[in-house]
């Protein structure tokens, strides 16, 4: 096995990537051609970012998603996960499959778990433990029919890759600028569209410091602005900095204090010194905050394939939270009518920008819409060049009732013509939830009727089921025919969910 990071592992990992054309021309379109896919739900992110999230070692969970690719009848399921996950929640993804036999399903998913609830990454866990992956190797059967799929791609992942010898349906890591704050912003510059006044590239918060100056001098009445670690994650790796309001240029000695002294970082568990270290550690971005009236958040996701076509995939509208708005709560499917084709060419511009440089699989565009008298207007403000919050709900919906999202009328159609809209989360909190455990929920979902009614092509699916009892914590994703209808069985959920806790 060649050494992580050396000349030959780069090799090794390239030659596995080049199989990816023909495997998606031949085994992926065909849904009974035998196959085997190799899911790493772990997230390869800073571990001071992860921290802060409540439950994260569940997170894992919520790509259990893709266990309804099992309703693909020749398909066999490789589930890696940092800890065993519960038979209880096993069993209640299999019973949402459609037009095939849980047992069925059953006998092509493989479970393996490191038993390692560390904050080291799932993927790090695997590397070094060559028995397990000796394990994973035997159950992949053919090589030459299998891919990766991860949650997010880094140099560990590649070692990954070669060491289970397949392709990773993912980014390059070493493309992985283009997925940053700085990179975005390089990216939307070249595709021509809308982003806010900022500086990218930077590397600490005295550069910070120069660019806010420069800010300020090009926009006197400047207020706000936002600073952005390279790397962050849902927001938490924002800070807001209020600037004076009487406009004007300002001494970079004022900015140096008001950066000292006035910055909030997004993060509940974070203060100014602790994010200085971090932008410091991963360098990060400065952009003008953006101001508006019922401004909105919406976001694309699409796909890059590996014969280089650039599929939309979805639009969302992000549902924000935090001290100032910038943490992702969860989200509405689709995004607004009033806007969403607006952003459909956006994304895949920037889309083309991305193929060029190299890139494959999922990605997404982060906008803020701001309503103008001239009609909406829109910001390009982030790319994800991962599977994200939005990602795995949809990846539900879709594998729940075989849909697609058409781009021409920014609605998904089920294959009866039926529309579907979902309102979905994965931060449904409630202390209340610790006194129950994934068999009460069960027994409540069967009780309640609040189970995804396969008939009706309707209701609730849940997630995160193991962050019930320690964190009274879950996801939710309510699907229904209209975003409203979505909206309001959310709530009907969630209010009979905080009842029952409390008896």
Partial sequence: MPAPGSPAERAEFERLQARLPQLFDEIFRDQLTPRTVVVVPGLSLDPDVLGKIDGVQHYEERMLSMLMLLRLPNLRLLFLSSEPISG??????????????????????????????????????????????????????????????????????????????????????????????????????????????????????????????????????????????????????????????????????????????????????????????????????????????????PSVQARINPLGGIELISSHEQLMGGRSGQVFLGSQFPASAEYARQLHPLAVRVGEVLRERGVIGRFSVDFISVPTADGWQHHAIEINLRKGGTTLPYQMLQFLTDGNYCAETAQFITPSGLVRCYHATDNLVNPDYRRLIPHDLVDLIVQHRLHFDQTRQRGAVFSLIGALSRYGKLGLVSIDETPQAATAQFEQVRALLDHQARL
């Fill in 88 to 297: 209880v929640t096993i069993d209640y993804y299999l019973h949402l499959l459609g037009g095939v036999p849980p047992m069925h399903a059953r006998k092509r998913l493989f479970l393996f778990s490191p038993h390692d609830g560390s904050p080291q990454s799932l993927t790090r866990k695997l590397l070094s433990r060559p028995r397990l992956l000796a394990r994973v190797r035997a159950a992949i059967e053919n090589p030459a029919t299998a891919h990766l799929s991860v949650f997010n791609s880094t140099c560990d992942e590649v070692s990954l890759a070669v060491a289970l010898g397949i392709p990773m349906y993912a980014c390059d890591p070493e493309l992985g600028y283009w997925g940053g704050k700085s990179g975005s912003r390089r990216a939307f510059r070249e595709a021509g569209i809308s982003l806010p006044p900022g500086a990218e590239d930077l590397r600490d918060l005295e550069d910070a410091a120069e660019a806010i100056a420069v800010l300020r001098s090009q926009i006197p009445d400047l207020r706000r602005v936002v600073l952005k670690i390279d790397q962050g994650f849902s927001g938490d790796g924002n800070a807001l900095l209020n600037l004076p309001q009487a406009p004007g240029k300002l001494p970079l000695s004022t900015i140096r204090q008001l950066l000292q002294s006035q910055l909030q970082p997004e993060a509940n568990d974070t203060d100014a010194c602790q994010f200085a270290q971090l932008y410091q550690r991963q360098g990060g971005i400065v952009e003008a905050w953006i101001e508006g009236k019922g401004k909105r958040t």
